[in-house]
């Protein structure tokens, strides 16, 4: 038996053993995205292999935390992808102000810039006030940091641009307050936004969203609970309700394509149909 | 006859016309000849027999003529005469010549002896004759007229042997002429019988010929339709496709040709349907395996699907199907097989041109393999296995390349038939093959490049969060060095100062420590006294609502027989009887007077009276006291006058119908007790030297004194006034019959508004009631002891209150002559008079009744007839009537009956929210039933859906319509609240469409107004509003309609969904899930009756939806939308039963709310469910740990939640 294949071994064993032990399942996730973010945690730990890592990973519970953020890439902008958001303001928008309140769903949160964005949206839109969002992760150290909202200033001069290309219509440093060499969320921001542990494999799903935002997280899944997890979003929305995906994503493999129809193909915006249809 | 048999049918007509003709001829022949010989015999008794008797009479003439010439000669012998009568002799002789000549010629061989005879006779004759003759010459006329001699012998002669002779001769010519005569009458007789006997013989002739020509003409007919007969059944049979029906006609004439060439048609049919059969055989196989193929998506399927359908079609044993991969070794991979049951030993891949199967791919040509040696294959079933006699390899081509192959073994060599249907099947299975395998390559790629993309942007973020990381590692390495020395001296600052704290937290614990146990201990005191207190009040009242009840039923009766005979319809009763009538019914209704006070009363007294604030303009009301008393007063003779002071203020916010009860009480009152005088109404602010009622202030007070100017009342009584059954006792009071429960009642309800009542008198001069209460009544938050008790609940009837079981009586209904069409109500009431009542006033309107007398009845029967609608009493035996409308509105078949309410109880909007259409109090009034019956028909007869729409903005109302409007739903519009309220109240809707903003009063104020007065039902509401809500008008929006859309320029898509869901919503076509969760749940529900359920939950529709089915179970439910909201109302609160937390919410989440709840005295076992979308069970302990009794996954399943609740409240 080849090395690789070895370590393929050992490599689903721990897997499962993070599942039985700590019910987060990683089974249905991107194989070689686990392979090179679990070989990299041991590399970086320059002792022992993926096979010893399953023991001490039962038993060590912090090490399992540790482990869990290295698993958890939160990589995120405000604004990311702009056009996103433009075309969120130009074709979501319109159909979310029908509704006296709306509730956002941003799944995947990690350290909150999305939902802030969001936020900045529907503010500058006149929705904010009458809007929840939900925004969850499964990653408690990336929600500690959504909730304080606390971002390093160099950040904050990209995401200008980003706001500048989303189409804002106020002032971006209108939603922030720069101090020394960070810049905090302007608490106006965050009246209305919950930032929540949520595990999008294992738990249920939310009631009555008129848009879920879940960017950039699938990519992680393989194909099979990709289809699931669709199936969940697909669940908590509304009829009429909206999907965002992230550039890379699509619906098109999954067996809910066709609760939807396409809104923007680039943006990857979808609206959930409605199943009771008279006309 | 075979001979004739084969005549053509032309021939056979004509023989058959010949012969007729033949026997025609000879008949005719026959009767020429027996005519003719008839005739001859004619001509010849003409001709013969008649001439030779009229020749012998000439003979005869002649004779004697010549006799009588000679005589005469001999007489008168003159020259001339002689010489006349000479001349007459030898002409008559003459002519007797010729005539004996001719009948000479005439006589045959028997005459000619009678004719010699009479020749010789005459020449006997004629010897006289001439002697005679020859004397005559010598006869000599003697001048003297003397005669000669000659002359005497010639006389002698004549007279003598002449005569003779010519007698003689007469005689035998007599003899001749009679022998003639006797021989023509024997020749007629002759011609006669021979005339007969023709005839006959004609006669005979023509039967004859009659018979055998129709003899001739049927057997020929039979002969042709016979085989014509035999040919059509046989082409009848083909053209019911019996195509080997035999041909039987043989013969060779026409007939026999025909069936020949049927027989060949027959031949040629045969085979064409054989070739169609056949062409139709392999049309249906490809037919079958096109279908099997249609649709399908995926190669294994396709392949699996195609194998199957093409195996069983050729009847093939066993069957497999490889497909020819792109750029893959080896290059057939298996695709599907038909009953392959050694599966391990077909490979599943092959190489070209390895096997038959690879060759046949290589070669692109089909192989047939006979005589398979045994063992090459085992075709097995569960009973045993055999040997394939011949296998067929045929490769799949698709433009000449090979896209798979196919393998078949059968059992049989298979047919030309089989084999041409494989060949003409195998080229679709290689298209259609070849389309799904590239749709599936591509799919397969498409979905290869979307793992490539997804793989890519993973290594992107992740590289970036490996960068970041680094980055933030430096950082903090700095940042951490110069932290960990700041922080040693925080430290240690912090030590000194924490030592000091504690040192004064240890003192000031135990002082309050102290303080606490005191008043732990005063609390509970009072605790229990309270409780002793609302005990003995509440027993109080429960016995008198019980007691009114059973009084109510009774005198229901009462009043109602009382009134049949004050009506006296019948005219039976005597005016005695009638006015005794009107004396129970008068007296009775004084009685329910008296009770329903007593009942007002109680209510009151124990909280239970619900208030429903409005605004009132005191002005108004000023005029409506003067419309409704001046009558009243006006029959005592006695002047009414109202004013209004210009101080009064404009407006009064208050209970608008309590405040006409007491001004009842108060203005009846004065009336009552004033014999002359008047009655004077002030409205304005207390007088500035007014003694206030305790509380109120002068400038937001207004006064209502009512005085009259009556016998007054002295001062040690008027504190008795007020009391309940008290009256004063004087004795002029005592004529004034009354409760004496009026004036307690008003200045309880008084109190109730806010205000109070307070009484200026002097006797003989009169009485002031100054009725004082609050601008705007501000309704204190509901006490929780009193809310317990809600009216309209189910109230659990005390055992020992409720009356002896009665023999329940059922009423003669019309169940028995129930027509398929009938309008049926089903009346449940168990007061059987009442009962019969509302049966007769049903049939008055042609409506069949079915009657109940017990709720469990009445549900039987709603479900087993279905009526059309139902009246039913409130207060039944077994099972009430809140419970049987509950269940009637949970079964799915029986949720759509109208429902309305005759109750003795007072009316209630629950009822309304529990589904019934109306409620009538009893006793009731003949047109109050009438129109609670014309309610329920109203409902039952409407098919056409009904929509509202009120809109103030014609043109949009206009495209609302439009949007929505089609045959089945009819619209109407209203523009103002106004047009909105009066077309409500005339008739039901199935929806409406709100706009918010109205010119005269705002929707929700108007949704309010509707549901306060709760005479009618309210459609399901869609609200359709321009302007922004708040989170509170949301809530309470929610509450009254059923979705809410802002407008804007994607609304009209959603309004129409919304609409058409509520205009088409039928139980029938409820989701059988939530339709079974209807029925489900009747049962075990009764538990939660009157249970206090706190609901938190910042999501204000799941908030809605999820109280609203608690609320059907009879729970109430307490809103709260964050954690914060929820402690607060459980300070109000504090017999809430259970609560549902949900953990996510803004402000205070679930977490810390359940934390908080946990550290506090009271709550510390309240069962808490929480509500979580998370499913981990460390999210679950979590739970717990914060100090939930249980959790429940959102969305929440409500069977789910309701057995937890069961769990939960179970005591
Ligand atoms: C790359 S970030 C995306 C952030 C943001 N949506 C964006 O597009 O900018 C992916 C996030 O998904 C989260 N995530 C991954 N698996 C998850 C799961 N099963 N449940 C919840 N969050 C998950 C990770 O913790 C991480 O924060």
Same mark, same amino acid.
């Given at each position: ?279 | ?255 026999? %040709? ?313 005219? %039976? ?41 409005? %605004? ?33 203020? #404009? ?78 006792? #004087? ?244 523009? #103002? ?235």
């Amino acid at each position: 038996m080849e090395k690789e294949d070895i370590e393929n071994i050992a490599l689903d064993l721990l897997i499962e053993a993070i599942y039985r032990r700590y019910g987060h399942d990683f089974r249905g996730y991107s194989k070689s995205h686990i392979r090179r973010r679990i070989k990299q945690y041991v590399e970086r730990r320059k002792d022992g292999c993926i096979s010893t890592l399953i023991p001490e990973i039962l038993h060590n519970e912090e090490l399992f935390e540790t482990l869990l953020h290295e698993l958890s890439i939160t990589v995120t902008e405000m604004f990311r992808d702009p056009f996103v958001f433009r075309k969120l303001r130009q074709e979501v928008i319109p159909f979310l102000r029908t509704f006296p309140f709306i509730r956002i769903w941003v799944a995947g949160c990690a350290t909150g810039e999305e939902a802030y964005s969001l936020a900045i949206i529907l503010k500058e839109e006149g929705l904010y006030d009458r809007t929840t969002l939900f925004a969850t992760d499964f990653n408690d150290a990336a929600l500690e940091k959504a909730k304080i909202g606390v971002y390093p200033v160099e950040a904050l001069r990209k995401y200008a641009g980003n706001y500048q290309q989303a189409g804002g219509t106020g002032s971006f440093s209108d939603y922030y307050h720069a101090r020394y060499d960070s810049a905090a969320i302007a608490p106006a921001l965050k009246n209305n936004v919950v930032f929540a542990n949520h595990n999008l494999v294992t738990d249920g799903v939310f009631s009555d969203m008129h848009l879920v935002f879940c960017r950039n997280v699938m990519i992680y899944f393989e194909r099979e609970l990709q289809n699931r997890v669709l199936g969940v979003f697909t669940e908590s929305l509304v009829h009429g309700g909206f999907l965002c995906l992230g550039t890379n994503e699509d619906i098109l493999f999954s067996d809910d394509r066709h609760s939807y129809r396409s809104i923007d193909g680039p943006a990857r915006i979808f609206q959930r149909l409605a199943v009771r249809n008279f006309r | 006859m075979a001979f004739f048999g084969n005549l053509s049918i032309k021939s056979k007509i004509l023989s058959v016309v010949f012969l007729i003709i033949a026997l025609e001829l000879a008949m005719s022949a026959g009767a020429i000849y027996f005519l003719d010989a008839v005739s001859n015999r004619l001509t010849r008794l003409m001709d013969v027999d008649a001439r030779k008797m009229h020749l012998a009479a000439l003979v005869k003439t002649n004779l004697f003529e010549i006799h009588r010439a000679q005589k005469n000669i001999i007489l008168h012998p003159s020259q001339e005469e002689i010489e006349r009568q000479s001349d007459q002799k030898t002409l008559h002789l003459s002519r007797l010549r010729l005539n004996l000549a001719d009948l000479d010629r005439l006589t045959n061989q028997q005459e000619r002896y009678a004719f010699i005879e009479l020749n010789s006779r005459l020449d006997d004759f004629m010897k006289v004759f001439r002697e005679i003759e020859a004397l005559i010459p010598k006869i000599d006329v003697f001048p003297n007229g003397q005669r000669s001699d000659a002359y005497a012998a010639a006389i002698a002669l004549s007279f003598g042997s002449a005569r003779d002779a010519y007698n003689r001769l007469s005689e035998q010519i007599d003899g001749i002429l009679q022998r003639m005569d006797e021989s023509m009458a024997r020749h007629r007789v002759e011609s006669e019988d021979y005339f007969k006997l023709a005839l006959t013989s004609v006669l005979i002739l023509c039967c004859l010929g009659i018979g055998v020509g129709w003899g001739a003409g049927l057997l020929v007919a039979r002969k042709i339709s016979a085989g014509l007969d035999a040919v059509v059944t046989v082409t009848d049979a083909i053209a019911r496709g019996k195509l080997d029906t035999p041909v039987t006609v043989t013969s060779a004439d026409e007939i026999g %040709r025909l069936a020949a060439s049927v027989k060949q048609m027959q031949g040629s049919l045969i085979e064409a349907s054989e070739a169609f059969a056949s062409q139709n055989w392999i049309k249906t196989g490809i037919e079958r395996v096109n279908e099997a193929m249609r649709g399908q998506v995926r190669v294994a399927d396709l392949c699996r699907n195609v194998i199957t359908e093409i195996a069983t079609y050729t009847q093939a044993a066993v069957g497999a199907l490889y497909v020819v991969k792109h750029r893959s070794e080896p290059m057939l991979a298996f695709g599907g097989g038909y009953a392959c049951t050694r599966a391990e030993r077909i490979p599943k891949g092959i190489d070209a041109g390895q096997g038959l199967i690879g060759q046949a791919v290589l070669t692109k040509a089909p192989i047939t393999v006979q005589d398979v040696p045994a063992g090459y294959i085992k075709v097995c079933s569960a009973l045993g296995d055999g040997c394939p006699a011949c296998i067929s390899v045929a490769p799949l081509l698709f433009e000449d390349h090979a896209v798979g192959a196919i393998e078949l073994a059968f059992f049989k060599t298979p047919s030309a038939l089989q084999r041409d249907f494989l060949q003409q099947v195998l080229p679709k299975v290689a298209i259609t093959l070849q389309t799904v395998r590239g749709r599936e390559e591509l799919s397969e790629a498409l979905a290869r490049a979307q793992v490539l993309t997804e793989e890519l942007q993973q290594q992107q973020d992740e590289l970036k969060a490996t960068n970041g990381e680094l980055e933030e590692q430096t950082q903090r390495l700095k940042q951490s060095e110069e932290k960990l020395r700041q922080q040693q001296d925080q430290l240690e600052e912090a030590n000194a100062e924490l030592e000091e704290k504690n040192e004064y937290l240890e003192n000031h614990k135990q002082i309050i420590e102290r303080a606490n146990r005191e008043l732990e201990r005063s609390q509970r005191e009072i605790e229990e006294k309270a409780e002793q207190l609302a005990m003995s009040g509440r027993y109080k009242s429960e016995f008198l609502a019980n007691m009114s009840h059973e009084l109510r039923t009774p005198l229901n009766s009462i009043l109602l027989l009382a009134r049949m005979f004050c009506d006296n319809k019948e005219g %039976r009763l005597t005016p005695e009887q009638v006015r005794s009538a009107h004396i129970i019914h008068s007296s009775g209704s004084d009685l329910l007077t008296l009770i329903n006070e007593v009942l007002d009363l109680a209510k009151i007294e124990s909280g239970r009276m619900d208030l429903r604030v409005e %605004r009132l303009d005191p002005r108004e009301l000023a005029r409506q006291i003067t419309d409704q008393y001046t009558h009243l007063a006006a029959d005592k003779g006695l002047p009414i006058d109202v004013q209004t002071r210009p101080d009064c203020p #404009t407006q009064l916010r208050t209970d608008r119908k309590r405040l006409g009860q007491i001004l009842r009480n108060l203005i009846h009152n004065a009336v009552k007790f004033t014999e002359k005088g008047g009655i004077h109404i002030v409205i304005g602010r207390p007088d500035p030297g007014d003694v206030l009622p305790a509380g109120m202030r002068a400038e937001s007070t207004i006064a209502i004194a009512v005085t009259d100017s009556g016998i007054g009342i002295p001062t040690e009584k008027q504190h008795l006034v007020f009391e309940a059954f008290q009256q004063l006792d #004087t004795g002029a009071a005592r004529k004034f019959a009354g409760t004496g429960l009026g004036l307690s009642i008003s200045r309880n309800l008084a109190r109730l508004l806010g205000g109070d009542i307070l009484l200026f008198s002097r006797i003989g001069v009169g009485s002031t009631f100054t009725l004082y209460l609050p601008d705007e009544l501000r309704l204190p938050a509901p006490d929780p002891e009193a809310r317990i008790d809600r009216p309209g609940l189910p109230r659990k009837i005390e055992p020992a209150a409720t009356p002896p079981v009665l023999e329940l009586q059922s009423v003669p209904d019309d169940r028995e002559s129930l027509g398929k069409d009938d309008a049926v109500i089903l009346v449940i009431e168990d007061d059987p008079l009442f009962a019969e009542h509302l049966i007769g006033l049903c049939r008055l309107k042609n409506l069949k009744v079915l009657h109940a007398p017990s709720g469990q009845m009445g549900l039987d029967l709603a479900a087993a007839y279905l009526p059309k609608g139902i009246l039913l009493d409130i207060h039944l035996p077994e099972k009430d009537g809140w419970a049987v409308l509950e269940a009637l509105k949970q079964n799915p078949n029986t949720r759509h009956i109208p429902v309305h309410i005759v109750s003795v109880e007072d009316p209630d909007i629950e009822a309304y929210a529990r589904g019934a259409i109306g409620f009538l109090t009893k006793p009731v009034q003949a047109e109050d039933l009438e129109r609670a019956l014309a309610k329920l028909e109203n409902v039952f007869e409407r098919q056409i859906k009904e929509l509202l729409v009120v809109e103030d903005d014609q043109n949009l109302r206009g495209s609302i319509v439009t949007l929505i409007g089609n045959t089945d739903v009819r619209t109407d519009q209203a523009a #103002t609240a106004a047009e909105a309220i009066a077309a409500i109240r005339s008739k039901r809707y199935d929806c409406m469409i709100l706009d918010l903003g109205l010119p005269d009063m705002n929707g929700l104020d108007m949704l309010r107004l509707l549901e306060g007065q709760a005479q009618e039902v309210l459609p399901p509401v869609i609200v359709y509003t321009g302007r922004e809500l708040t989170r509170e008008q949301e809530a309470e929006l929610q509450v009254h309609s059923e979705s809410i859309i802002i407008k804007g320029v994607r609304s009209e898509e959603r309004l129409y969904d919304e609409a058409s869901l509520f205009l088409h919503r039928i139980v029938k076509k409820m989701p059988e899930k939530q339709r079974r969760m209807i029925t489900n749940l009747y049962d075990a529900d009764m538990m939660f009756r009157d249970k206090k359920v706190l609901l938190a939950d910042d999501d204000m529709r799941s908030v809605f939806a999820l109280s609203k089915l608690l609320e059907e179970k009879g729970i109430q439910v307490l809103k709260a939308e964050n954690g914060r909201k929820a402690l607060d109302l459980l300070d109000t609160h504090s017999d809430v039963d259970l609560i549902l937390l949900d953990m996510m919410m803004p402000d205070m989440d679930g977490y810390e709310t359940m934390q908080r709840l946990r550290s506090s005295e009271d709550m510390r076992n309240i069962p808490i469910i929480a509500l979580t979308a998370k499913a981990m069970k460390k999210d679950r302990e979590r739970c717990i740990q914060s100090g939930a009794s249980d959790y429940l996954a959102k969305p929440v399943d409500l069977g789910r939640l309701l057995s937890m609740m069961r769990v939960w409240m179970y005591r």
